[in-house]
């Protein structure tokens, strides 16, 4: 089917960047909207940014201005440019894909939703 690897997370201190990447693979028939969740210690899972394919954005108030979502079709990739971190962005970041797979030829079933595996972001000084 389709998967979604992760990568780029790691900690820096606050005020700092870092650039999330998310490449899917498999047997993708199409991608449509892409996008980035985070989930904290106990707190729910939410939306941090989304990209449909067409490259229209929408970002969680929280991260405007500083967090910045952008996708490479041809690559099946989608990143997000973190900028001016704070302490408070400190999660796990979740990759999400609405794609399709190739199934049986030319037959496809989707769209599906699918996570990566997660990537550990941690700001501190």
């Known amino acids: 089917q389709v998967q979604l690897v992760e990568s780029g997370g790691g900690l820096v201190q606050p005020g700092g960047s870092l650039r999330l990447s998310c490449a899917a693979s498999?047997?993708?028939?199409?991608?449509?909207?892409m996008g980035w969740y985070r989930q904290a210690p106990g707190k729910q899972r939410e939306l941090v940014a989304a990209?449909?394919?067409?490259?229209?954005?929408n970002y969680a108030d929280s991260v405007k201005g500083r967090f910045t979502i952008s996708r490479d079709n041809a690559k099946n990739t989608v990143y997000l440019q973190m900028n001016s971190l704070k302490p408070e962005d400190a999660a796990v970041y979740y990759c999400?894909?609405?794609?399709?797979?190739?199934?049986?030829?030319?037959?496809?079933?989707?769209?599906?939703?699918?996570w990566g595996q997660g990537t550990q972001v941690t700001v501190a000084s």
């Open positions: 999400n894909a609405d794609a399709a797979y190739l199934y049986s030829g030319s037959s496809y079933s989707g769209p599906h939703d699918y």
């Open positions: 990209i449909t394919a067409g490259g229209i954005t």
């Open positions: 498999g047997s993708i028939f199409s991608i449509h909207a």
